[in-house]
């Protein structure tokens, strides 16, 4: 068991404690939100992932898991602090580390000799240095205390199943008695462990989020050429992924990518590529292609609506970024939402998260408990995030309650042949 310190209680951080509280270890998770701390301590989890509320509770009854108020109350008394706070997008595009740096302050005169500082949240080639150089700047004894890159491979919705069950955990270290203190922590998972250089570990994390939002542009394209020349996307996926070199995964055509990761991270690799002259214009069409695919969620619209989208009252289903998440940053379904507000239609919104966040970030929009209430006298359904209850609804009750049965299927989650049947006009991404 080791004493481990976790630094931001959001997304990732609160995933990391409860589950390094869950292999054994005695976890602190530090935040600055004293709200936020004082409902953890009760059990209350402040964002939907599968999985969390149990472990955490697990964690609060073992006393394996705590939370404070405040980065130096908890590295205080730790072996390992993992830094998990936010590292946003700039102005320019690049990470902003400015989270990072004000913890590094806080917690440098306090950490103890032999402490590990971990860097968990996804930060520019070249942090790990950065931050130990931070630390020794606010008044770490450097010869004593350790830093390592350890990004982290977490889903929103997945991210517990994703941390017991990694692919792989990647250590960036330049120190090997240090990179296997913190390879200990993970002893009893069953997966691969990737020793590497610091730069290397931080450039693993850029070049896999890359990857994959190049996967998925890459389909979105292929998608907008199959409604171009009648093929079915679905089938070319399909067809595609049973080459092992391809797979399956990543190959789901949509509205673009979302999140708070790849606009984010993508954007920060093109300012790495950029700083360091070298001409990254694959990766600039993959962004390039993503806000397209935005902007073409609206087009389509506006042709299921007849041409304008001025005055037509229009049904919204889905608003987080993804399903199974209440995370509604980045999300393409807000930015279709905005879009249509611009365009002069009137809104109406579902979103099976029933997070109340939803109607700030669409205000102009309505925004309903109710997927049927949202369709009322609608002239256009837009479904925009592939909830699995959206599958399950009432069409021809949708159908009665529409001004006009056009339906855009965003995600290609519905069966157009049914919906045709109950005479819907339908459109999916890529499909003829
Ligand atoms: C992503 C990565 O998948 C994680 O490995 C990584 O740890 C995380 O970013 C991070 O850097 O923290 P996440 O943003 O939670 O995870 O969501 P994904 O499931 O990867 O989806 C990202 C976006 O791509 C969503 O908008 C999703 O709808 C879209 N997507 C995904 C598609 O449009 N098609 C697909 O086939 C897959």
């Known amino acids: 068991m080791s004493r481990v310190a976790v630094i931001g209680a959001g997304y990732v951080g609160l995933t990391t404690g409860a589950c390094l509280a869950h292999l054994g270890h005695a976890v602190v998770c530090a935040d600055i939100d004293a ?57 320019d595009g690049s990470a902003d580390l400015s989270f990072v740096e004000d913890v590094a302050r806080e917690i440098a005169p306090v950490l103890r000799p032999g402490t590990v500082v971990v860097n968990k949240s996804t930060m520019p080639v070249g942090s790990t240095r950065f931050v130990q150089r931070l630390l020794g700047e606010a008044g770490a004894a450097l010869d004593s205390i350790g830093v390592a890159s350890n990004p982290e491979f977490l889903r929103e919705g997945t991210s517990v199943r994703d941390f017991l069950h990694p692919n792989r955990v990647v250590i960036g270290c330049d120190n090997p008695e240090i990179a296997v203190r913190v390879s200990e922590l993970y002893k009893s998972l069953d997966a691969p462990i990737l020793v590497t250089e610091p730069a290397s570990a931080e450039m693993i994390k850029y070049a896999s989020n890359a990857f994959l939002a190049t996967k998925i542009s890459f389909i979105n394209a292929v998608a907008n050429l199959c409604e171009a020349v009648d093929a079915d996307v679905r089938e070319v996926a399909m067809g595609m992924g049973y080459d092992n070199r391809i797979g399956f995964e990543f190959l789901h055509p949509g509205p673009g990518y979302g999140g708070s990761c790849f606009p984010k991270d993508t954007a920060a690799l093109l300012h790495t590529a950029q700083v360091a002259g070298y001409d990254f214009s694959l990766l600039q069409g993959v962004i390039e292609v993503n806000r397209a695919q935005h902007e073409r969620m609206i087009d389509k619209v506006r042709r299921l609506a007849g041409g304008s989208l001025e005055g037509v009252p229009i049904a919204v289903w889905g608003l987080t970024f993804k399903a199974n998440t209440d995370d509604l940053r980045d999300s393409p379904a807000v930015f279709v939402v905005r879009r249509l507000l611009e365009e002069g239609a009137t809104v109406r919104c579902y979103d099976p998260s029933g997070d109340e966040r939803a109607a700030r970030v669409v205000s102009g929009s309505e925004l309903v408990a109710d997927p049927y209430e949202a369709v009322a006298g609608a002239r256009v359904l837009a479904l925009l995030t592939e909830w699995d209850e959206f599958r399950w609804l009432d069409f021809a009750r949708v159908r009665e309650a529409m001004a006009s049965p056009a339906l855009l299927d965003a995600r290609n989650l519905l069966d157009p042949s049914t919906l045709r049947r109950l005479h819907f006009v339908y459109e999916g991404i890529g499909r003829s």
């Not at 936020?36 to 898991?65: A, F, W």
């Open 35 to 91: 709200e936020r701390v004082d409902r953890l301590t009760k059990g209350e989890i402040p964002i939907m992932e599968d999985g969390l509320p149990e472990l955490v509770t697990e964690g609060l009854e073992s006393k394996r898991l705590q939370f404070v108020v405040g980065a130096a109350n908890a590295a205080a008394t730790a072996e390992f602090v993992f830094l998990c706070v936010p590292t946003p997008q700039g102005d």
